[in-house]
């Protein structure tokens, strides 16, 4: 059972991470990290595909946020 759980988080992470196209500091960014624990659960119980369905908006305002703040960055750099 540890080893599924620990290759579930590992799962989750990348499943989130792909969502947002970086790697998240779950202990920084709060919503990513319920988003985390949310398609954990939903791995746990066999019925990730769900999860995408019923979480649409969140993922797409976490893909938003990490967008937005990707083009910040790089605008930041070119100005530079």
């Known amino acids: 059972t540890d080893t599924q759980l ?4 590992a799962s989750a992470k990348f499943i989130i991470n792909e969502y947002a196209g970086v790697d998240i500091d779950y202990s920084e960014d709060k919503a ?5 624990k949310d398609c954990l659960r939903y791995i746990w119980n066999k019925c990730l595909d769900e999860f995408e369905g019923r ?9 938003n946020k990490y967008e937005v703040m990707s083009y910040v960055s ?7």
């Open 6 to 9: 620990r290759e579930d988080i």
């Open 32 to 36: 990513a990290a319920q988003l985390f």
């Open 55 to 63: 979480y649409q908006p969140q993922i797409v305002a976490l893909r």
């Open 74 to 80: 790089d605008s930041e750099t070119d100005e530079i």
